[in-house]
Structure formats: C-alpha cells, structure tokens
C-alpha cells in the first residue's frame, strides 16, 4: 500500500520560509518521480514543483527561484524548501507519486501566508 504523509505547513508571515516533509512508503521510491502540488480555496489543484529519481527538478514559473525541491533517496522522503513566501501561496499542499499510471496522493499539509 503506498502512503504518503506530508508535514511541514503552518502559518508564516510574508517573506517568511518553510519546508515541507513527505515520507514514502510501499513504493520503490528511488525510481519515481515525486510531486508536490498545491490547491488553494477556490482553485483548481496546481502542480508547484517535481523531480525525476536522478534529481532534475522543474518548477511552476511562480515559484522559480523561491521553492526547492530535493529528495533524500535512503530516507524515502522528499522535501519542498519554500522561501520569500507570499500570501498567495496560501494552499494545501499534497506530495505526489505515480506508480505504473496510478497517481497517490497524501493528505496535505496546509500552508498559511498572512501577516
């Protein structure tokens, strides 16, 4: 069974930094692709950033040279180093991994940009 579990989020005032966790589990981790996504009140889910097994990432345009995506292979576990946040980054967000086509989701971790 593949479960993911997020954590990280919380509130933080503009220009403030976070970083989020997910920890893998029941997946080969080392070899997939891993997400995070966001979905704020209202809006349709985004995709934020994603890296492929051997580490090249790639980012929504609004978050390029804010966020960093990294992976930790030994320790199934990803991470979304979030800085200069702005409010409107205020969303859920969800850690992702495919696995032969089926997409896994975790819960989310919320993440609240106000002063």
């Known amino acids: 069974q593949v479960r993911l579990v997020e954590s990280g989020g919380g509130l933080v005032q503009p220009g403030g930094t976070l970083r989020l966790s997910c920890a893998a589990s029941?997946?080969?981790?080392?070899?997939?692709?891993i997400a995070w996504y966001r979905q704020a009140p209202g809006k349709a889910r985004e995709l934020v950033a994603s890296?492929?097994?051997?580490?090249?990432?790639t980012y929504v345009e609004s978050v390029k040279g804010r966020f960093t995506i990294s992976r930790v292979n030994h320790r199934n576990t990803a991470y979304l180093q979030m800085n200069t946040l702005k409010p409107e980054d205020t969303a859920v967000y969800y850690c992702?991994?495919?696995?032969?086509?089926?997409?896994?989701y975790g819960r989310g971790t919320q993440v609240t940009v106000s002063s």
């Open positions: 992702n991994a495919a696995r032969q086509g089926v997409q896994f």
């Open positions: 029941g997946i080969n981790f080392k070899i997939h692709p």
């Open positions: 890296i492929t097994s051997d580490g090249t990432s």
